[in-house]
Nanobody, 115 residues
């Protein structure tokens, strides 16, 4: 059973930064893809950033240039550095890992951007 544990969420003012972490219970290089999703109240869950096992990344258009996904293989952890945060970034952020045929999800961490 794979466990993903997110941390790093919180309340931040517009223009501020946060770094989310997702610690996996196994070697992250064994996952086909790892990703960050978010879900705002009343909205569908959306893909924010993803990284393949080879290290290729993709980002939601609205976060390009502001968010960066990275990983530390030795710590089995992926990160989401979020800069220049906007109120519309407010959501619960979820870590996701795919090892076909199963996706795995973390419990989510709340990010609130407000003055």
């Amino acid at each position: 059973q794979v466990q993903l544990v997110e941390s790093g969420g919180g309340l931040v003012q517009p223009g501020g930064s946060l770094r989310l972490s997702c610690a996996a219970s196994r070697n992250i290089l064994g996952f086909l893809i790892m990703a960050w999703y978010r879900q705002a109240p009343g909205q569908q869950r959306e893909l924010v950033a993803s990284m393949t096992s080879g290290g290729n990344t993709n980002y939601l258009d609205s976060v390009k240039g502001r968010f960066t996904m990275s990983r530390d293989n030795a710590k089995n952890t992926v990160y989401l550095q979020m800069n220049s945060l906007k109120p519309e970034d407010t959501a619960v952020y979820y870590c996701n890992a795919v090892q076909p045929p199963l996706p795995y999800w973390g419990q989510g961490t709340q990010v609130t951007v407000s003055s």
